[in-house]
C-alpha cells in the first residue's frame, strides 16, 4: 500500500511537471504561428513585405467615387497669354499660282495650342570685377561681396540644387556630380557638394530653434524614432512634429538618454504627446500622453486572428469610437458610459488570457494578448484621448510620415559614413519638410539661406 501511494504521488509529479511543459509548448507553438502569419496588418512589419496583399491600417469609408472628390481644387495646363516663343504653321504654296507663302501672307490665326517645355539648362556666369576710383588725389577700391572669395566658384542656386537633391530627393554625391554635367557640363564634385551641405546646416542653426520653439508650444505634438546605421554603428532618428513643423534630431541612443538630451524636445514639453508605447516616452510626466491606435489596432488584429473574442470586441469598439471623432461630434458628454465598455472588455479579456507561465529561469511569461491588455489597463487614458479631444489624431501617422525619410534614405544609401553628416542631413530635412508644409517653394527657400536671408514661417 505505501508502494502504491508513493508511486501515485511520483505520478502526480510527474503529470504536473507534463502539464506544465505543455502549456509552455503551446504558448510557444502560438507564438511561432503568430510570427508565421505576421503582416503589417497585425504588427509592426512595414506594408513593403506584404506584397500585393497591402491593405490600409485604418479601414476608409466606403461609398466614394475613386479619383478627386467634390470641392477638390484640381491642377491642369492652361493658356498663357505671354508665350516665350510663338511658330506659325501655314500653307507652304499656292496649288493654283505655285506662289511660296511665308509669314508675312498670314491674314489670321484660326486655332492656337501651346507646348509647355524646358529651356536648355546651361550655366549663367556672372563676372564681378573690382573697379578703382581716383578722387582728391586718392585712390579708393570697391569690394567684392562677402560670398564672393574665390577667383571662380559656383553660385548659390546650384549649391542650393545640390542640397535639395541630396537630402530631399536622396541623390548620392556621385550622382549629383553625374547629373549636373550631363545637364549643365561642368564638374560639380562630390567634395563642393559636402561643402554645399554643410555651409546650409550652419544657416539653418536660428531657423531650427525656431522650428523647436513652435513645436515646443503646439497643442498636440507627435513623436517617433527610426534607427539608421551611422558610421557603422546603429543610431537613432528621433521626430517631433506638428501639422506645420518637422524637427529631427540624431543620437546614439534610443530612449531616455536621448529623450533627455539637449537636442530633445519632449523633455520641456508640457501640452499632448502622441507616440507609440516606447517606455521611454513615459518617463516624462509634465506632459500628457496620448497612443498610437495604428499599433493597437495591429496588436488587436493578430489576437483577432488566432480567435480572441475580447480582441475583436475592443477592435470594434476603437473604430466606433474613431468614426464618431471623425463624424466631428463631441462624445464627452457620454464619456462615462464609453469608458465603462472599455473597462468591461479590458475585464472580460483578463479572464480569457492564459494566467502567466513560469519561465525557463523561473520569470513568469505573460501571453501577447495579456501583455497587450496590460497596456490597455495601464494607459487607458492615452488609448482614448483621441475621443475625448478633437485636436487628438487615432494615430502617430504625422510623425510617421515625416520620419519615413529616414527609411527611403536607407535603402537608398543604407548607411551615414560620419555623424556630422547625419546631423547635418536631420536639420536640413527638418527646414525642407517645413517649407513643405507651408506650402512654399523649397529650393527659393534653400537658396534664400546661401544668400543669408531670413526666412519667414507663418505660424497658424
Wanted: proline content about 3%; aromatic content about 8%; glycine content about 4%.
Amino acid at each position: 500500500m505505501i508502494k502504491l501511494i508513493a508511486r501515485i504521488d511520483i505520478l502526480e509529479a510527474e503529470n504536473t511537471t507534463l502539464k506544465r511543459e505543455n502549456a509552455a509548448l503551446r504558448l510557444e507553438n502560438a507564438e511561432l504561428q503568430s510570427g508565421l502569419n505576421k503582416n503589417s496588418n497585425n504588427s509592426h512589419k512595414p506594408p513593403s513585405t506584404d506584397g500585393l496583399q497591402k491593405k490600409p491600417a485604418i479601414a476608409q469609408s466606403i461609398g466614394k467615387k475613386t479619383g478627386a472628390q467634390k470641392g477638390h481644387e484640381g491642377k491642369t495646363l492652361l493658356m498663357v497669354s505671354n508665350p516665350d516663343a510663338i511658330i506659325i504653321h501655314h500653307a507652304v504654296s499656292c496649288p493654283c499660282c505655285c506662289k511660296v507663302f511665308g509669314a508675312s501672307d498670314v491674314t489670321s490665326i484660326i486655332q492656337k495650342r501651346q507646348v509647355f517645355d524646358i529651356p536648355q539648362p546651361r550655366l549663367e556666369v556672372t563676372e564681378h570685377q573690382l573697379g578703382l576710383i581716383h578722387c582728391c588725389g586718392q585712390t579708393h577700391k570697391g569690394a567684392f561681396p562677402s560670398m564672393i572669395n574665390q577667383p571662380v566658384q559656383y553660385g548659390n542656386k546650384i549649391k542650393a540644387l545640390s542640397v535639395l537633391l541630396n537630402t530631399d530627393y536622396k541623390v548620392p554625391f556621385e550622382k549629383i556630380e553625374q547629373l549636373l554635367g550631363d545637364l549643365y557640363g561642368c564638374s560639380f564634385n562630390e567634395s563642393t557638394a559636402i561643402s554645399a551641405n554643410l555651409t546650409c546646416f550652419n544657416g539653418l542653426e536660428a531657423t531650427e530653434m525656431f522650428i523647436k520653439e513652435q513645436i515646443l508650444n503646439a497643442e498636440v505634438v507627435n513623436f517617433d524614432e527610426t534607427g539608421m546605421r551611422v558610421e557603422g554603428k546603429l543610431a537613432w532618428f528621433h521626430t517631433a512634429s506638428t501639422a506645420l513643423f518637422t524637427y529631427l534630431f540624431v543620437h546614439t541612443h534610443r530612449g531616455k538618454e536621448a529623450l533627455e538630451s539637449a537636442k530633445s524636445v519632449i523633455k520641456d514639453f508640457k501640452n499632448w504627446a502622441v507616440h507609440d508605447c516606447w517606455a521611454s516616452y513615459f518617463d516624462f510626466a509634465d506632459c500628457s500622453h496620448a497612443l498610437c491606435n495604428a499599433h493597437i489596432v495591429r496588436q488587436l488584429q493578430a489576437l483577432i486572428d488566432n480567435d480572441s473574442r475580447w480582441a475583436t470586441q475592443m477592435q470594434n469598439l476603437l473604430f466606433e469610437l474613431y468614426n464618431e471623432s471623425q463624424k466631428g461630434t463631441s462624445i464627452v458628454s457620454d464619456k462615462e458610459r464609453w469608458i465603462k465598455k472599455y473597462q468591461a472588455i479590458c475585464l472580460q479579456a483578463a479572464s480569457e488570457e492564459p494566467p502567466p507561465i513560469k519561465g525557463k529561469r523561473g520569470k513568469p511569461k505573460n501571453s501577447k494578448g495579456r501583455n497587450l491588455l496590460n497596456r490597455l489597463v495601464k494607459h487607458q487614458d492615452g488609448v482614448l484621448a483621441f475621443a475625448f479631444n478633437q485636436a487628438i489624431p487615432f494615430t502617430n501617422n504625422q510623425a510617421e510620415r515625416d520620419i519615413r525619410c529616414l527609411k527611403t534614405k536607407q535603402k537608398v544609401a543604407t548607411s551615414f559614413r560620419t555623424f556630422s553628416g547625419a546631423q547635418q542631413y536631420a536639420r536640413i530635412q527638418s527646414f525642407v519638410s517645413t517649407i513643405r508644409k507651408h506650402r512654399m517653394n523649397v529650393f527659393q527657400n534653400l537658396t534664400h539661406i546661401f544668400n543669408n536671408n531670413a526666412v519667414s514661417l507663418e505660424i497658424a
